[in-house]
Nanobody, 115 residues
């Protein structure tokens, strides 16, 4: 089992920055991909950014150039630096870890961007 705990969400004005953190615990060995997903009100959950254990990244088009995902394997933590925030970024952000073809999810952290 892998437990994921997110932190760092909150309320921010448009154009501001926030950093989300996600700490993994439990059976963290051999976690392959970690990432961030989000679900906006009335919408389906969507991928924001993912990072593999060797540092390869993939971003959704709507965050390219604004968000940066990083990972500290020694601390079993993944980060999401969010810059130039827009009201459209308002959502619950979920941390994800893929291990042995099984997806683990955090409880989510709310990010609200005001105009």
């Amino acid at each position: 089992q892998v437990q994921l705990v997110e932190s760092g969400g909150g309320l921010m004005q448009a154009g501001g920055s926030l950093t989300l953190s996600c700490a993994a615990s439990g059976s963290v060995d051999s976690i392959n991909v970690m990432g961030w997903y989000r679900r906006a009100p009335g919408k389906q959950r969507e991928m924001v950014a993912v990072i593999s254990s060797n540092g390869m990244t993939n971003y959704a088009d709507f965050v390219k150039g604004r968000f940066t995902i990083s990972r500290d394997n020694a601390k079993n933590t993944v980060y999401l630096q969010m810059n130039s925030l827009k009201p459209a970024d308002t959502a619950v952000y979920y941390c994800n870890a893929l291990k042995d073809l099984f997806n683990y999810w955090g409880q989510g952290t709310q990010v609200t961007v005001s105009s």
